[in-house]
């Protein structure tokens, strides 16, 4: 087996955990962090297809894309925390109240 | 097809425009509203009646705008169109006449009557729609148009009046737009007239044509108040007096029988629809209706309430002149779209009269109006004979002409449908004509509004007394060219001509 | 690709609005808001500019900086994404004009919320660079800077329950646009290419572009809240401000659809099948319904206004049945496409100026009333005239009574159903009609019935309520350019392109 | 010109008589000018015109018969109206009477010189109709209740007339009433038709068994008022019978007898039951009624066939033209007795005893010489048992003189005022007591052709001066005075009722409404539940309605809702798509 395909898998199995943390999970920061984590396994992925074919160098472009898409998530995240934090601070509450 | 022309649009502007400018104007400014009204009213008459000179000179008139794809917006004037157009208009320009006088110093004046231009201008659009489209388009605008109307009172009763009202216009339309749709995709955009189209798919999608003729009528139906379908009438009674004079003598249940007729007629085809037998349905529903109708009338005590119901049956005549094949029986029902039209708008003129000048609202209350009313029952008692079908009055010609198309037809059973009704019409309406004229008034009632000389304000006895001589004029000037009979006939000659 | 027409148009639509709203930034509160203003007036008037430019020279292009794909950007503006744009443009004017008074109205009590500004140009930004951008990447890009955007505008209101909400959407929206990227690196993997038009040649069938269309749909679809995802939509808009609320309904949820339907019907159509289709069309269906029940059982105003979104974004999916063919079919015997595809586009844009009008109009009666329970609604049309009627009117338009923009699309697509002979899907759409019926009309019953007790209506700005009106008007008047524009779109390549995967995807489906 | 006068002038008068302040006495003198086109057409020949424009294309025309019916009906409404104008001056609603009246007036002339369906029918109506204002106008409990009657009675006649006229037309195919006898005679349903205008023009005539609102309907109304109505509105629908029957064109043998029968029951039956009663004007009620029986027998014997219609309607016009004038004279004559004193009296008991001769068929009077016609057609037919219909006619003349007879001792009952006072409706009533000299001269109204076929060679003062026929004419009605004279003089025979009837007026009109009662609690039980029903079928809106306004409906849908909400829910529902997709992308 190849290396980028092992890197596929576990980007895959990444992103598995991720959704399923994001739906499954109860606290802000625990959702928080599984998004993160789905990332990770985007950004692995892509990086993984940069050395897909037997070229002499790397393709640039997934680098390009990852970086960018690295800014963006983290961007995201940090909004993310920021609301979950200004919840806390208004109401105490930590996590999502079912009905509304 | 035919060169288009600007007129068709310019009758609907002539209701149109006044409408949007009353709803920019203020409440108070009174005056100008009720010019603008009026100069509205009197534009469309004589647009029409332009119109209608030069249809009978032979020129064309139609107006079409491609919307999207085959989607056409088609106004054309054909014979019936302009006899319905002509009724509406009339009519609007006496029921102006007559609202004005009747919401003196009411509420909302100013949506009021933006919205009654509004309607008349779906009526009018309905009559002159020249494609099944265009005709369900006003045929929903009408719906809208007429709500603000029923419910003005603002009471909560009116409101679920509204309700009601809506539930089942809204329903009926969404029916009828599927069917609409249906026929769309199976025989492509049909202008009204093109029967030949359904002719030629007749052998090939025979079901599919069955069945989208009756989603259509049941759509239909809703707004003509066939039995099953009736209930939004008697309850949209509570809106004032001028209103459900429209709405029950022209606009609306019109819109449903004119739909019908023109399904019928323009669209089918009466040999097709004969051929397919999808006419018997048609006539028992509407038989039934009718005596039905009847029937619930005769035990309502409310005057408007009962009007309603015998709107609910005698409407349901032109469903049934519909129905049964024969040139006779095709004149009665269109000639019936306009006499009934001046009778019943005159009953409801009467009523709200005696309703506005001293507060009676129950028909046992009525004992000896016609001595303080003379003109106002008068004009009524006339109308009542024509429910019956009495001569001279235009009643009569109508029923003449539906009984003699049954015989001609061999359908004996509706001479005896036509027979109870009359029968029934006599035994409920009579009894307000006797106690009218016959009874002594239990107690002296004193007008509410003082009227001078009169027995009530000028703007309300004119058009009862005009809409009367008018429903008289119908039957008793039949025979004179331009009456609506010889119209009707010319129309139902075209239509059975080889 | 390149030889299509350059123009700088494009670049304008993206870079103005994001410099604009950098510069905003540099401006206290009210400096804040009349750059805003002017900002978004001129990007408005732009891509008005824009539109009328490809209705004269087709679909154009811009390379950013010269820098060709792949590394670089190409922004391609065709008769859709043309349309796209002019709508959001028409709706964002209005948006805008209606927000600054609403902002001024309460800036004693609330400061008049200046960062609205800033964050509604890059929204538009995004939005536009979303309709624009011809690679996959490209329009993750957007997406993210939309949904952040969209998240911050909709919190702005700082109340408890829009942060929830907020966090709530925001968490979905990370979600989404994730489950989109890996798709594309899935597809980047197989194919070694973004860019749209060339996928849509070189993709092949294959385990790995068919986990790509599953993922990238499913986070299309969750950002769009196509039925089983709506979760978080209602509390979102009906939680945030007024004109945030009427932005995010009527344009953002948008975005998301017009990447599904590029993608579906110019990149995927090798591997999609009929039955595929067919269950996007019931997760419509469902929405449909179940939105718009949702909606007339809600009791206050601003819920219906969201409820009745998901139902009306359940239209938008009930076209891809319609648009994928049978297996057998040929998109030239399939004579229902050009309704359906008029369907969709009149849906959305009806949508966007009735439930924009919508939410607006929620917004007046907020400020006057302080609150939105519909109960309280009563004589509004004694109080509020022109409100009542732009509710009104904008109802009609969303129940799909003619000539509204809303009857355009339904009949459209109800002659699709029937043209393609799918006509079960023909009942849901005039059961939502008459639910859609049922609510409207329950709103306008209590505009009319009598008040009970006094409530008291503090005064409303006119230009607001006027605002309201207009674009209620406007979902109504565009039906009038109907014909010019289904031409338009149908002059672009993305019917060529679209059809032609259709068919491919026809032909190798159900295998 | 005079055609369309001859309408309109009556409804003129109606309204300018009904306008007419209290106290003035012109109003008799508008409605004698009112009916001068009528006379006029009654007494000259005019050819028919056709008005284009009136209802369905009106045609207006006369023939033989019907002239001498509208000749009569001028009369009478002449005689009516001037008497009115004096009689009714001081009432309260005379203004509503004189509308009714001259109203009625119009309809009864228009129906008489209509000749096509559609406006004879119009005038028919109208006439009906307004002659309802003339039965309530005393407003008594038994007039209005007679009203009521009449007026049911009348819609059911009308219902049954337009149907039968739909059927006649259809078969016809023109409007014309001039071809609907023949069309009948050719139309295999023709018995039907003709059979259904028998009924509904029979409401009219008070033929039996149709007849019963009649003895309630005509005493009902003032004097004037019953006098048209018996003398000349009944014969409207003898009329719309002679246009519906083709006589002399068929030999429809049942029809025939089954009518000549009835006529014959209603001629004895009525007479022998009216003498049971007090009132006078019921008695001449009644006695209507059995004159138009006699009526009723010679249009039946027509349809025998044999007997061309050009002999047969004259003869029978002349029979109706007797019958009305005496019968107008005696039910004006009502009014007279309590009013009337010294000499005048003489002049009074005179003219009554001319009507009542007329009637019976006394000698030297038109009754004597329209008998005679009757005895010879009915001689002449051969219609099985013609001798016992003779012996029966010749009876219904003794039934007849009795019941006229006990009619003027009722009226001698009234008791006179003191003094030569004579009343100012007199000279109307002389008027039309001399006009009624007519009847003596009545023949000259036949043409020239029944005269021979009658009076053969010899001219017509020979058959008046004829013992032979006078002395046959004479015997009966003697005997029915002697009767009569010898049971009020000896008190052992004198049971006549005194106060109230014997037997009730409108006899099984009450069994009917006996019957009524006794279903009346069934009925309206029927007809509230029949209510009840209707009512209960409501709209589907209610079903929905009840739907939606439920509380736990909306507590369901909240509640899936919020469980939609939930982002477990979300996760599962993301992972079924999943899985669906892919499998349906397979």
Same mark, same amino acid.
């Given at each position: 087996?190849e290396?980028?395909q092992?890197y596929?898998l576990?980007?895959?199995?990444?992103?598995?955990?991720?959704?399923?943390?994001?739906?499954?999970?109860?606290?802000f920061?625990?959702?928080?962090?599984?998004?993160i984590?789905?990332?990770?396994?985007?950004?692995?992925?892509?990086?993984?297809?940069?050395?897909?074919?037997?070229?002499?160098?790397a393709?640039?472009?997934?680098h390009?894309?990852?970086i960018t898409?690295?800014?963006?998530?983290?961007?995201?995240?940090a909004?993310?925390?920021?609301?979950a934090?200004?919840?806390?601070?208004?109401?105490g509450?930590e996590?999502?109240t079912?009905d509304? | 097809?035919?060169?288009t022309?600007?007129?068709?649009?310019?009758?609907?502007?002539?209701?149109l425009?006044?409408?949007?400018?009353?709803m920019l104007?203020?409440?108070?400014q009174?005056?100008?509203?009720?010019?603008?009204n009026?100069l509205g009213?009197?534009?469309k008459?004589?647009?029409?009646?332009w119109?209608?000179a030069?249809y009978m000179?032979g020129?064309?008139?139609s107006?079409?705008f491609?919307?999207?794809l085959?989607?056409?917006?088609?106004?054309?004037?054909?014979?019936?169109?302009?006899?319905?157009?002509?009724?509406?208009?009339?009519?609007w320009?006496?029921?102006?006449?007559?609202a004005?006088?009747?919401?003196?110093?009411?509420?909302h004046?100013?949506?009021?009557f933006a919205?009654?231009?509004?309607?008349?201008t779906a009526?009018?659009?309905?009559?002159?729609?020249?494609n099944?489209?265009t005709?369900?388009?006003?045929?929903?605008?009408?719906t809208?148009?007429?709500?603000?109307?029923v419910v003005?009172?603002?009471?909560d009763?009116?409101v679920?009046?509204?309700?009601?009202?809506?539930w089942?216009?809204?329903?009926?339309?969404t029916?009828?737009?599927?069917?609409v749709?249906?026929?769309f995709?199976?025989a492509?955009?049909?202008y009204?007239g093109?029967?030949?189209?359904?002719?030629?798919?007749?052998?090939?999608?025979s079901?599919?044509?069955?069945?989208?003729?009756?989603?259509?009528?049941?759509?239909?139906?809703?707004?003509?108040?066939?039995?099953p379908?009736?209930?939004?009438l008697?309850?949209?009674?509570?809106a004032?007096?001028?209103v459900?004079?429209?709405?029950h003598?022209?606009?609306?249940v019109?819109?449903?029988?004119f739909?019908?007729?023109?399904?019928v007629?323009d669209?089918?085809?009466?040999?097709?629809?004969?051929?397919?037998?999808?006419l018997t349905?048609l006539?028992?529903?509407?038989a039934?209706?009718?005596?039905?109708?009847?029937?619930?009338?005769l035990?309502?005590d409310?005057?408007?309430?009962?009007?309603?119901f015998?709107?609910?049956?005698q409407?349901?005549?032109?469903?049934?002149?519909?129905?049964?094949v024969?040139f006779?029986?095709?004149?009665?029902?269109v000639?019936?779209?306009?006499?009934?039209?001046i009778?019943?708008i005159?009953?409801?003129?009467a009523a709200?009269?005696?309703a506005?000048?001293?507060g009676?609202?129950?028909?046992?209350?009525?004992?000896?109006?016609?001595r303080?009313?003379?003109?106002?029952?008068?004009?009524?008692?006339?109308a009542?004979?024509?429910?019956i079908?009495?001569?001279?009055?235009?009643?009569f010609?109508?029923?003449?002409?539906?009984?003699?198309?049954?015989?001609?037809?061999?359908?004996?059973?509706?001479?005896?449908?036509?027979?109870?009704s009359?029968?029934?019409?006599a035994a409920?309406?009579?009894?307000i004509v006797?106690?009218?004229?016959?009874?002594?008034?239990?107690?002296e009632?004193?007008?509410?509004?003082?009227?001078?000389?009169?027995?009530?304000?000028?703007?309300?006895?004119?058009p009862?007394?005009?809409?009367?001589?008018?429903?008289?004029?119908?039957?008793?000037?039949?025979?004179?060219a331009?009456?609506p009979?010889s119209?009707?006939?010319e129309?139902a000659e075209?239509?059975?001509?080889? | 690709?390149?030889?299509?027409?350059?123009?700088?148009f494009?670049?304008f639509?993206?870079?103005?609005?994001?410099?604009?709203?950098?510069?905003?930034?540099?401006?206290?509160a009210?400096?804040?808001?009349?750059?805003g203003?002017?900002g978004s007036?001129?990007?408005?008037?732009?891509?008005?500019?824009?539109?009328?430019?490809?209705?004269?020279?087709g679909?154009?292009?811009?390379?950013l900086g010269?820098?060709?794909p792949?590394?670089g950007?190409?922004?391609?503006?065709?008769?859709?994404?043309?349309?796209?744009?002019?709508?959001?443009?028409?709706v964002?004017?209005?948006?805008?004009?209606?927000?600054?008074?609403?902002?001024r109205a309460q800036?004693?009590?609330?400061?008049?919320?200046?960062?609205?500004w800033p964050l509604?140009?890059?929204?538009?930004?995004?939005?536009?660079?979303?309709?624009?951008?011809?690679?996959?990447?490209?329009?993750?890009?957007?997406?993210?800077?939309?949904?952040?955007?969209?998240?911050a505008?909709?919190?702005?209101?700082?109340?408890?329950t829009?942060?929830?909400?907020g966090l709530?959407?925001?968490?979905?929206?990370i979600t989404?646009?994730?489950a989109?990227?890996?798709?594309v690196a899935?597809?980047?993997?197989?194919?070694?290419?973004?860019?749209?038009?060339?996928l849509?040649?070189?993709?092949?069938?294959?385990?790995?572009?068919?986990?790509?269309?599953?993922v990238i749909?499913?986070g299309?679809?969750?950002?769009?809240?196509?039925?089983?995802?709506?979760?978080?939509?209602?509390?979102?808009?009906?939680?945030?401000l007024?004109?945030?609320?009427?932005?995010?309904?009527?344009?953002?949820?948008k975005?998301a659809?017009?990447i599904?339907l590029?993608l579906?019907?110019?990149?995927f159509?090798?591997?999609?099948?009929y039955?595929?289709g067919?269950?996007?069309?019931?997760?419509g269906?469902?929405?449909?319904?179940?939105?718009?029940?949702?909606a007339?059982?809600?009791?206050?105003l601003?819920?219906?206004?969201?409820?009745?979104?998901?139902?009306?974004?359940?239209?938008?999916?009930?076209?891809?049945?319609?648009?994928?063919?049978?297996?057998?079919?040929?998109?030239?015997?399939?004579?229902?496409?050009?309704?359906?595809?008029?369907?969709?586009?009149?849906?959305v844009?009806?949508?966007?100026?009735?439930?924009a009008?919508?939410?607006?109009?929620?917004?007046?009666i907020?400020?006057?009333?302080?609150?939105?329970?519909?109960?309280?609604l009563r004589?509004?049309?004694g109080?509020?005239r022109i409100?009542?009627l732009?509710i009104?009117?904008?109802?009609v338009?969303?129940?799909?009574?003619?000539?509204?923009?809303?009857?355009?699309?339904?009949?459209?697509?109800l002659?699709?159903?029937?043209l393609s002979?799918?006509?079960?899907?023909?009942?849901?759409?005039?059961?939502?009609?008459l639910?859609?019926?049922?609510?409207?009309?329950?709103?306008?019953r209590?505009?009319?019935a009598?008040?009970?007790?006094?409530?008291?209506?503090r005064?409303?700005?006119?230009?607001?309520?006027?605002?309201?009106?207009?674009?209620?008007?406007g979902?109504?008047?565009?039906v009038?350019?109907?014909?010019n524009l289904?031409?338009?779109?149908?002059?672009?390549?993305?019917?060529?392109?679209?059809?032609e995967?259709?068919m491919?995807?026809g032909a190798?489906?159900?295998? | 010109?005079? #055609?369309?006068?001859?309408?309109?002038?009556?409804?003129?008068?109606?309204?300018? %008589?009904?306008?007419?302040?209290?106290?003035?006495?012109w109003?008799?003198?508008?409605?004698?000018s %009112?009916?001068?086109?009528?006379? #006029?057409?009654?007494?000259v020949?005019?050819?028919g015109?056709?008005?284009? #424009?009136?209802?369905?294309?009106?045609?207006?025309?006369?023939?033989?018969p019907?002239r001498?019916?509208?000749?009569?009906?001028?009369?009478?409404?002449a005689?009516?109206?001037?008497?009115?104008?004096?009689?009714l001056?001081?009432?309260?609603?005379?203004?509503?009477f004189?509308?009714?009246?001259?109203a009625?007036?119009?309809?009864?002339?228009?129906?008489?010189i209509?000749?096509?369906v559609?406006?004879?029918?119009?005038?028919?109506?109208?006439?009906?109709?307004?002659?309802y204002g003339?039965?309530?106008?005393t407003r008594?409990?038994?007039?209005?209740q007679?009203a009521?009657?009449?007026?049911v009675?009348?819609?059911?006649?009308?219902?049954?007339?337009?149907?039968?006229?739909y059927?006649?037309v259809?078969?016809s195919?023109?409007?014309?009433?001039?071809?609907?006898?023949?069309?009948l005679?050719?139309?295999?349903?023709?018995?039907?038709?003709?059979?259904?205008?028998?009924?509904?023009?029979?409401?009219?005539?008070?033929a039996?068994?149709?007849?019963?609102w009649?003895?309630?309907?005509?005493?009902?109304?003032?004097?004037?008022?019953?006098?048209v109505l018996?003398?000349?509105?009944?014969?409207?629908?003898?009329?719309g =019978?002679?246009h519906l029957a083709p006589?002399?064109?068929?030999e429809?043998?049942?029809?025939s007898?089954?009518?000549?029968?009835l006529?014959?029951?209603?001629?004895?039956?009525?007479?022998?039951?009216?003498?049971?009663?007090?009132?006078?004007?019921?008695?001449? %009620?009644?006695?209507?009624?059995?004159?138009?029986g006699?009526?009723?027998?010679?249009?039946?014997?027509?349809?025998?066939?044999?007997?061309?219609?050009?002999?047969?309607?004259p003869?029978?016009?002349?029979?109706?033209?007797?019958?009305?004038?005496?019968?107008a004279l005696?039910?004006?004559?009502?009014?007279?007795?309590?009013?009337i004193?010294?000499?005048?009296?003489?002049?009074? =008991?005179a003219g009554?005893? +001319?009507?009542?001769?007329?009637i019976?068929?006394?000698?030297?009077t038109?009754?004597l =010489?329209t008998k005679?016609?009757?005895?010879?057609?009915l001689g002449?037919?051969?219609?099985p048992?013609?001798?016992?219909?003779?012996?029966?006619?010749?009876?219904?003349a003794?039934?007849t003189?009795?019941?006229?007879?006990?009619?003027?001792?009722?009226?001698?009952?009234?008791?006179?005022?003191?003094?030569?006072?004579?009343?100012?409706?007199?000279?109307p =009533?002389?008027?039309?007591?001399?006009?009624?000299?007519?009847?003596?001269?009545?023949?000259?109204?036949?043409?020239?052709?029944?005269?021979?076929?009658?009076t053969?060679?010899?001219g017509?003062?020979?058959?008046?001066?004829?013992?032979?026929?006078?002395w046959?004419?004479?015997?009966?009605?003697?005997?029915g005075?002697?009767?009569?004279?010898?049971?009020?003089?000896?008190?052992?025979?004198?049971? #006549?009722?005194?106060?109230?009837?014997?037997?009730?007026?409108?006899?099984?009109l009450? +069994?009917?409404?006996?019957?009524?009662?006794?279903?009346?609690?069934?009925?309206?039980?029927?007809?509230?539940?029949?209510?009840?029903?209707?009512?209960?079928?409501?709209?589907?809106?209610?079903?929905?309605?009840?739907?939606s306004?439920?509380?736990?409906?909306?507590?369901?849908?909240?509640? %899936?809702?919020?469980?939609?909400?939930?982002?477990?829910?979300?996760?599962?529902g993301?992972?079924?798509?999943?899985?669906?997709?892919?499998?349906?992308?397979?």
């Open positions: 087996m290396t980028y092992i596929n576990t980007s895959a199995v990444l992103f598995v955990i991720g959704i399923g943390g994001v739906f499954a999970a109860r606290h920061i625990r959702k928080i962090i599984a998004t984590i789905m990332g990770g396994g985007v950004f692995l992925s892509f990086v993984s297809f940069a050395e897909r074919d037997a070229l002499t160098f393709d640039p472009v997934p390009a894309l990852v898409g690295i800014v963006v998530a983290v961007a995201s995240a909004f993310a925390l920021a609301l934090r200004r919840i806390y601070q208004l109401t509450e996590s999502f079912n509304k | 097809m035919e060169t022309s600007i007129l068709p649009l310019l009758i609907l502007i002539s209701s425009i006044p409408g949007t400018l009353i104007l203020r409440e108070d009174v005056p100008l509203r009720t010019f603008l009026l009213a009197v534009a008459v004589g647009l029409v009646g119109v209608f030069g000179r020129e064309e008139y107006f079409i491609n919307l999207a085959d989607l056409t917006f088609a106004l054309r004037v054909d014979q019936l169109g302009l006899f319905f157009a002509a009724l509406s208009s009339v009519l320009l006496v029921t102006t006449l007559y004005i006088g009747y919401l003196e110093g009411g509420q004046r100013r949506r009021f919205f009654f231009s509004f309607c008349v009526s009018t659009g309905i009559a002159l729609s020249g099944v489209v005709f369900f388009i006003f045929y929903e605008f009408l809208l148009s007429t709500y603000p109307l003005h009172r603002g009471t009763k009116a679920e009046a509204g309700r009601t009202y809506l089942y216009t809204i329903g009926g339309g029916v009828l737009f599927l069917g749709v249906g026929l995709v199976t492509g955009p049909i009204f093109q029967t030949e189209i359904i002719e030629g798919l007749i052998s090939t999608h079901t599919q044509l069955t069945i989208l003729f009756f989603i259509m009528l049941t759509g239909l139906a809703v707004k003509a108040a066939i039995f379908l009736h209930g939004w008697p309850v949209s009674m509570v004032p007096a001028p459900s004079a429209l709405l003598a022209v606009a609306v019109k819109a449903g029988a739909g019908i007729v023109r399904l007629y669209v089918y085809g009466i040999r097709i629809a004969d051929q397919m037998n999808l349905p006539a028992i529903f509407a039934f209706t009718i005596v039905y109708g009847s029937v619930r009338a035990f309502q409310d005057f408007k309430k009962r009007l309603a015998s709107t609910v049956s409407l349901s005549y032109i469903a049934l002149g519909v129905a049964i024969g006779l029986s095709t004149t009665g029902a000639v019936h779209l306009v006499h009934q039209g009778m019943k005159t009953m409801f003129f709200g009269n005696i506005e000048t001293y009676y609202s129950k028909i046992s209350q009525l004992n000896g109006i016609g303080r009313m003379p003109l106002t029952m008068g004009a009524f008692t006339i009542v004979f024509g429910m079908g009495l001569p001279p009055v235009a009643g010609v109508s029923k003449w002409y539906l009984g003699l198309g049954a015989v001609e037809a061999g359908s004996y059973w509706v001479v005896l449908v036509l027979l109870a009359s029968a029934l019409n409920y309406f009579l009894p006797y106690r009218a004229w016959f009874c002594e008034p239990d107690q009632a004193v007008p509410l509004l003082s009227s001078g000389r009169l027995e009530t304000k000028a703007l309300l006895l004119i009862v007394v005009v809409t009367g001589l008018l429903s008289l004029a119908a039957g008793v000037f039949a025979a004179v331009g009456s009979l119209i009707a006939r129309i075209k239509l059975y001509m080889p | 690709m390149t030889d299509l027409p350059t123009s700088p494009p670049a639509l993206v870079g103005l609005p994001v410099l604009l709203a950098t510069l905003s930034l540099f401006f206290r009210r400096g804040k808001a009349v750059v203003l002017a007036l001129l990007t408005g008037v732009m891509a008005l500019f824009a539109l009328f430019e490809v209705t004269r020279r679909t154009v292009i811009h390379i010269g820098w060709e792949p590394l950007i190409l922004l391609r503006m065709d008769p859709l994404a043309a349309v796209f744009i002019g709508m959001t443009a028409v964002g004017i209005f948006i805008s004009l209606y927000a600054w008074r609403y902002f800036e004693a009590t609330t400061g008049g919320f200046p960062l609205f509604w140009l890059f929204l538009w930004a995004g939005l536009n660079g979303l309709f624009l951008s011809n690679d996959l990447f490209n329009l993750f890009v957007t997406l993210e800077v939309i949904g952040i955007s969209a998240v505008l909709a919190v702005l209101s700082g109340k408890k829009a942060l929830v909400a709530r959407y925001l968490l979905v929206a989404g646009s994730m989109y990227l890996f798709g899935l597809i980047y993997g197989s194919t070694g290419t973004l860019d749209l038009g060339l849509g040649q070189v993709l092949e069938p294959g385990t790995t572009t068919t986990f790509a269309l599953l749909t499913l299309l679809m969750i950002k769009m809240a196509g039925f089983p995802f709506h979760f978080w939509l209602p509390p979102a808009h009906s939680s945030a007024a004109p945030v609320s009427a932005l995010l309904s009527a344009l953002v949820v975005g659809f017009y599904l590029r579906w019907m110019e990149v159509g090798v591997s999609l099948t039955a595929a067919q269950l996007i069309g019931l997760a269906a469902i929405a449909v319904i179940w939105g718009s029940w949702q007339f059982m809600q009791t206050s601003k819920l219906i206004v969201a409820h009745s979104s998901v139902a009306q974004l359940g239209y938008l999916l009930m076209i891809f049945p319609l648009l994928i063919l049978a297996p057998g079919v040929t998109a030239d015997s399939a004579d229902w496409l050009s309704p359906a595809w008029t369907a969709g586009v009149y849906q844009i009806a949508h966007a100026f009735a439930k009008s919508f939410f607006l109009s929620a917004g007046i907020i400020m006057a009333l302080g609150h939105d329970r519909i109960e309280s004589d509004l049309v109080h509020m409100t009542a732009a009104a009117i904008a109802g338009s969303l129940i799909g009574l003619p000539p509204s923009g809303g009857f355009m699309a339904k009949w459209m697509l002659k699709g159903i029937f002979g799918q006509w079960w899907w023909a009942p849901v759409v005039l059961t939502g009609s639910l859609t019926a049922g609510y409207v009309f329950m709103l306008l209590l505009a009319f009598p008040a009970r007790e006094k409530e008291a209506f005064p409303v700005p006119r230009s607001l309520e006027v605002c309201a009106l207009v674009l209620a008007l979902s109504f008047l565009i009038l350019p109907a014909d289904i031409q338009f779109l149908q002059s672009g390549e993305v019917f060529g392109t679209g059809i995967s259709i491919e995807g190798h489906g159900n295998d | 010109m005079i #055609w369309f006068l001859t309408i309109v002038l009556p409804l003129l008068a109606a309204i300018l %008589a009904a306008s007419l302040p209290a106290g003035r006495r109003t008799g003198l508008i409605f004698v %009112a009916t001068m086109p009528a006379l #006029w057409l009654g007494l020949e005019v050819s015109v056709s008005a284009q #424009w009136f209802l369905l294309e009106g045609h207006f025309s006369l023939d033989t019907r001498i019916i509208l000749l009569l009906t001028g009369i009478l409404w005689a009516a109206g001037l008497f009115t104008g004096s009689y001056k001081d009432d309260a609603r005379r203004g509503e004189s509308f009714y009246f001259g009625a007036m119009a309809g009864n002339f228009g129906l008489l209509s000749a096509e559609a406006s004879f029918y119009t005038f028919f109506a109208l006439m009906t109709f307004s002659s003339l039965v309530i106008h008594t409990p038994s007039a209005r007679a009521r009657i009449y007026v009675m009348a819609i059911i006649g009308e219902l049954f007339l337009i149907t039968a006229l059927l006649a259809q078969s195919g023109s409007m014309l009433l001039a071809d609907i006898p023949p069309a005679a050719e139309a295999p349903n023709g018995p039907f038709i003709f059979l259904l205008g028998l009924i509904g023009f029979g409401v009219k005539v008070g039996i068994p149709l007849y019963f009649l003895p309630l309907a005509h005493p009902a109304a003032p004097a004037p008022a019953s006098a018996s003398g000349a509105m009944i014969k409207a629908g003898l009329v =019978w002679m006589v002399g064109l068929v429809w043998s049942s029809m007898l089954l009518m000549v029968s006529g014959f029951a209603a001629a004895l039956g009525a007479a022998i039951y009216g003498l049971t009663q007090v009132d006078p004007k019921t008695n001449l %009620a009644y006695s209507s009624i059995s004159q138009m006699v009526m009723t027998v010679l249009l039946g014997i027509g349809l025998y066939g044999g007997i061309p219609a050009g002999l047969l309607l003869a029978i016009a002349l029979y109706a033209f007797n019958h009305g004038t005496a019968k005696l039910f004006m004559g009502t009014a007279l007795p309590a009013k004193g010294g000499s005048w009296r003489i002049l009074m =008991w009554l005893g +001319i009507g009542v001769l007329a019976a068929g006394g000698p030297l038109g009754g =010489w005679y016609l009757v005895k010879t057609f002449e037919s051969s219609l048992g013609a001798k016992t219909f003779l012996l029966l006619l010749t009876l219904s003794v039934t003189t009795l019941l006229l007879s006990r009619f003027l001792h009722l009226l001698h009952k009234i008791k006179a005022p003191s003094g030569n006072v004579s009343p100012a409706f007199l000279l =009533w002389v008027l039309l007591l001399l006009a009624g000299g007519w009847w003596t001269m009545s023949p000259a109204l036949l043409p020239t052709e029944l005269m021979s076929y009658i053969k060679e010899k017509i003062m020979a058959f008046f001066w004829n013992l032979f026929t006078n046959s004419a004479l015997w009966p009605i003697t005997t005075a002697i009767v009569m004279a010898f049971t009020l003089k000896f008190a052992f025979f004198n049971r #006549w009722p005194a106060k109230k009837p014997l037997l009730p007026p409108g006899d099984f009450h +069994i009917i409404i006996m019957l009524g009662n006794l279903f009346a609690k069934l009925l309206q039980k029927a007809i509230s539940l029949l209510d009840s029903g209707m009512k209960s079928l409501q709209g589907p809106e209610k079903i929905f309605y009840r739907l306004d439920d509380k736990r409906t909306s507590q369901i849908s909240a509640s %899936a809702e919020s469980l939609l909400r939930r982002w477990e829910f979300a996760g599962i993301f992972f079924i798509f999943f899985l669906t997709l892919f499998l349906l992308l397979r």
